[in-house]
């Protein structure tokens, strides 16, 4: 009934698995890769025609982590999985990028690529081999795809790179200093397509050696696919790339001149109204016949791109005029807005970014429920890019898939930088407004971010800077690695490569090539060039704050303290009425972890006093020889007991009220007075042991010796 393909390889650690002919049938491609217990299916279709006129290659690819793989039941009120997570929408981005490219030119055919976690064995991330079962379903399935591809994490630990580190060493890098990287890297056999990393101040010749440590990896893995595809691949879709180069030179011949002069416009604005304005008359000069042809967009592309790389390769001239190592002028402000925590507006060239910091307690860290556990972050970072900074109308709505990769981006960029939680007890959160966008807007969050958190008070190690460069190569080899570079740059060049860090080194590393020709040589040459321009932004940020501005009046005060864990139900109280009675009496927010550390927070100082003293009298022990003022709770026969640390009260022996001889304690004492008191000990039961008479109760000092002797006297 079946006709069951399987290949196995020794890969690291893990036995790498893919399987073929069982599952998914009717599908074009379909297979189920597993490394270690971690399984993935990955299900490819493709439309057999293309939709008319459609200008555009519709690619869609979706991951989905079933909560069944880990032995889970969904959180929340439905219990089913819902709208992607974060972590859903991330995965889908880090497959869909490297494959995109391998398409053959010209193939706009719907293509759905579905990835499905099956099983997550809580050591091996179901990502990578997510990616591996997507390009070996791409593999067999018989679609125009110029593969395969693999991927590969790569971690780096005192010196050594590690290949697909686990799922634990990955998570919560930041808490975990002898972890300096978090790389993913896709490629083919020949070159590498995709990176993606979280770092720790590496070096240029450190990340670029992870990335070659992560390709060579990776070639075993490409190999196994080839092998499955030989035993399990259909016949390749009959698909001819369109031959539109009669139509090529007559928009060529139509407007080459007038697209060039337009492409000489330094403003945004205006070269784009230019360029749309030359499209039009291009247009009006074809033929009727040339006017309806599916390939008009792609020739206008095509001559776009090369009015545009020519000039750049060959003359060194880019679009605004600029070198090609060249950074636009840089404006950095902050404290624009008075009642936020933190603020900052960063503006280079047309980008700029609003980004604006707020300070929160332990209530407001975000809880994230993955398949390897339940966990809370204290650091968020929001990206928002509007329709208006492209001067353009459309549909706001909830964030798509670029808002949340480029939020990522910035988030890892910076939060390698970040305080310990234990010296700043804060909930971070950073929201990026693009207000302006022409050039990388996410490496204008991290700059803004960067500026928004020290204007907040955040004590950052260093502050942190990002630059995107560009690549044109052309098919003779020559090429041009451009710095800071334009939107028209990215969208009609080879390469974005965002590389983000301090002086001391980078922090992250994203990279998305279009070309299957990227040497190391290239690689290495756009490291240094992007390193001179980060080099060159700190030090116009430098211009503005180079440290941790003073708190906001509008922010939180934290204070923390740390509670023995056998006293942490003695704060809380029985249903929480002890916790509850603090925040109460004391106005401040308390948060208590299992740990035993404690948050208060308000921004009144007293408050927070208040709470820490309430805390305190709770967990504290009573020491033996101090003074204490205390209340009057009992009267007995032979003495009161004195409320006088807390909840614990003590016994004040009728003989220890007064130097002289007493009929009763009533005859001095009653309930509620208030007394002070000495602690003498504890008897051998435990019992504490307290004087009256050895303090002046006016003063609460301890009477001297001599005066000790009068009165008994």
């Not at 398949?371 to 929001?382: A, E, R, V």
């Not at 906001?552 to 023995?564: C, L």
Request: with cysteine.
């Amino acid at each position: 009934m079946f006709n069951v393909t399987k290949k196995s390889m020794q890969w690291g650690e893990e036995t790498l698995t893919l399987e073929t002919g069982k599952v998914a049938r009717q599908a074009d491609g379909t297979v189920i890769a597993t490394l270690g217990e971690t399984s993935v299916m990955a299900n490819v279709t493709f439309a057999k025609k293309q939709k008319e006129g459609q200008d555009f290659f519709p690619l869609t690819v979706h991951y989905q982590e079933k909560y069944y793989a880990a032995g889970k039941v969904p959180g929340g009120f439905f219990k089913r999985e819902a709208r992607p997570t974060e972590k859903e929408t991330l995965t889908a981005r880090l497959i869909d990028r490297p494959i995109r490219p391998l398409f053959v030119p010209g193939f706009k055919n719907e293509v759905l690529v579905m990835c499905t976690v099956l099983s997550h064995d809580l050591v091996n991330d179901p990502d990578i081999v997510a990616m591996i079962a997507a390009s070996a379903a791409l593999t067999i399935s018989g679609a125009p795809f110029m593969g395969p591809i693999a991927g590969a994490r790569v971690g780096y630990e005192d010196g050594e790179y590690i290949l697909n580190p686990e799922v634990d060493d990955m998570h919560k890098l930041r808490e975990n200093p002898d972890q300096r990287l978090d790389l993913v890297v896709a490629g083919t056999k020949e070159a590498v397509m995709m990176v993606e990393s979280e770092a720790y101040e590496l070096t240029e010749a450190e990340m670029l050696g992870a990335v070659t440590f992560a390709h060579e990896q990776i070639q075993p893995v490409i190999d196994l696919i080839i092998d499955l595809a030989e035993d399990a691949a259909k016949e390749p879709f009959d698909f001819q790339p369109p031959d539109y180069s009669a139509l090529y030179d007559a928009v060529k011949a139509a407007g080459e001149e007038k697209m060039r002069a337009a492409y000489a416009i330094t403003d945004k604005q205006e070269r784009t109204t230019t360029v749309s304005a030359v499209k039009e008359e291009i247009i009006a000069a074809l033929t009727e016949e040339q006017q309806a042809d599916a390939n008009l967009g792609s020739a206008l592309k095509k001559l776009e791109s090369s009015v545009l790389r020519g000039d750049v390769v060959k003359n060194g001239r880019r679009i605004d005029g600029r070198r090609t190592d060249e950074v636009r002028p840089i404006v950095c402000e902050t404290g624009l807005l008075p009642r936020t925590h933190g603020s900052a507006l960063f503006t280079r060239g047309e980008t700029q970014g609003l980004v604006v910091t707020t300070l929160g307690t332990g209530d407001d860290e975000q809880m994230i429920d993955a398949l390897n556990g339940t966990y809370k972050s204290n650091f968020l970072l929001h990206y928002n890019f509007p329709p208006y900074s492209v001067g353009e109308v459309g549909r706001v709505g909830s964030p798509g898939r670029r808002e949340i990769g480029h939020g990522k981006l910035a988030w890892r960029a910076l939060q390698a930088v970040l305080p310990a939680a234990t010296d700043f007890p804060y909930t971070i959160r950073v929201v990026s407004e693009i207000t302006e966008s022409n050039g990388s807007s996410s490496m204008a969050s991290v700059c803004g971010g960067s500026l928004s958190m020290m204007d907040a008070g955040v004590p950052l190690k260093a502050p942190v800077a990002g630059v995107a460069m560009g690549l044109v190569l052309e098919e003779d080899g020559s090429y041009a690695i451009l710095t800071d570079i334009l939107g028209d740059e990215d969208h009609l060049g080879d390469m974005d490569f965002k590389v983000a860090g301090t002086e001391n080194g980078i922090t992250s590393l994203q990279m998305d090539i279009k070309v299957a020709g990227i040497t190391p040589e290239i690689m290495e040459k756009a490291l240094a060039q992007a390193k001179e321009g980060r080099m060159h932004i700190l030090g116009e940020m430098a211009k503005t704050l180079t440290e941790a501005s003073g708190f906001s009046e509008h922010a939180p005060r934290i204070e923390t303290m740390t509670v023995p864990q056998d006293k942490i139900r003695e704060v809380i109280g029985s249903g929480g009425k002890v916790i509850r009675e603090i925040v109460e009496v004391s106005g401040a927010k308390v948060d208590i972890n299992d740990d035993g550390v404690i948050k208060i927070a308000s921004p009144n100082g007293e408050a927070i006093q208040k709470a820490y003293d309430m805390i305190y009298s709770i967990v504290a022990e009573p020491e033996e020889g101090k003074i204490y003022k205390g209340k009057v709770v009992k009267i007995v026969d032979f003495g009161a007991f004195v409320n006088f640390f807390g909840k614990r009260d003590g016994l004040v022996h009728v003989s220890q009220i007064l130097p002289k001889r007493l009929n009763h304690p009533s005859d001095v004492l009653k309930e509620g007075q208030e007394v002070w008191v000495k602690l003498l000990g504890f008897d051998d039961r435990g019992k504490v042991r307290l004087s009256m008479k050895i303090v002046d109760q006016e003063t609460g000092e301890e009477i001297a010796e001599e005066k000790k002797e009068e009165a008994a006297d």
